[in-house]
């Protein structure tokens, strides 16, 4: 069961990203003219995709796999063009929509779905591999760990997902985040170190079954993300 905080925080970033930020977010994951401050966020986001699905094979023909918090598809469409048969999630309906107008007409049908959901909802089956890219940084490192797990309960293979290191960037970010009238707010993101990540994913997922196999950091200006890939040992 997913915790009090997790469900909070989940439709938080439902109405944010619903309601608030979806026309920024359209533009950020289009080629339409950005500010440079955005245009290091969208350069990082290009980066940190092409590196989450460098970490899956090359030929995933036969797979299934869960994009968590899909967004706008990209990824999923990435993956699915690569033979996978993706499940993209997102709470957003607004976000869910322009994946589904985005998805190239030429791939084959059913091979990236796009629902609004709950990217924890059992019901959405068994996968291979499950990504989560920048889905997770809006949590507490609890709830990063317990959502992992519970990932990992219905993976077969590998969970490819970020987090929002502890920078001093990062840091100063989220407090004066803080500091903002709450109408004000974009959800906040939630840096932590490697090591507090490292001891809450060894309690969350068992120790012996699932280990972290790679780690690593994509800085492009305001953009600061640290992709982790934890495997069945």
Known sequence: MASATYVTRRDELERYFDRTAVEAWTRLTSDA????????????????????????????????????GCGTGALSVA??????????????????SLANERAPRDLAPGR?????????DPAHGRFDYVVAMDSLIHYEGADIARTVAAFAERTEKAVVFTVA??????????AVGKLLPRGDRSPAIAPISRGNLEKRLDGALGG???RIVRGERIVSGFYISEALEVARS
């Open 112 to 120: 990236a779905t796009f629902v609004v959901g709950d990217m924890l």
């Open 165 to 174: 290191p502890r920078t001093t960037l990062l840091t100063l970010m989220h």
């Open 208 to 210: 012996d079954r699932w």
């Open 33 to 68: 003219p950005v500010s440079r401050v955005r245009a290091t966020v969208r350069a990082g986001r290009d980066a940190m995709r092409e590196k989450i699905a460098s970490w899956l094979p090359q030929d995933l023909a036969g797979a299934r796999v869960l994009d968590a």
């Open 79 to 96: 993956l699915a063009r690569r033979g996978a048969d993706v499940l993209g999630v997102d709470v957003s309906p607004s976000l869910v």
